[in-house]
């Protein structure tokens, strides 16, 4: 059993920054950011696989940035111009397998950290 944990949300203003971490007790191939905003549905965001592909949705191409610490099985979200419609809670996930966009088929999730973009 895999435990992951995040940390790093927060309030900020329109155009700003944030850095989102997610610290897992042990290693795993796939690790994703998922995001669900109140009454929407959990979304994809951006994944990081063990041998370095990366996958983003397009609502945060060019603007969010995962990285990953294989060493610290840490993996890491910088987002960066951040919107009004980027408030939500923020999830980490992993899985033992190749990357994928559907929350259903992640193994482990962190608690998940608020983030709020405010006007």
Known sequence: QVQLEESGGGLVQAGGSLRLSCAASGRTFTM???RQAPGKEREFVATFT???????????????TISRDNAKNTVYL????????DTAVYYC??????RAYRPGVYDYWGQGTQVTVSS
Do not use: C, H, P
């Open 50 to 64: 063990y041998i370095s592909i990366t996958s983003y949705a397009d609502s945060v191409k060019g603007r969010f």
């Open 78 to 85: 910088q987002m960066n111009s951040l919107k009004l419609e």
């Open 32 to 34: 994703a950011w998922f």
């Open 93 to 98: 996930a992993a899985r033992n397998s190749a």
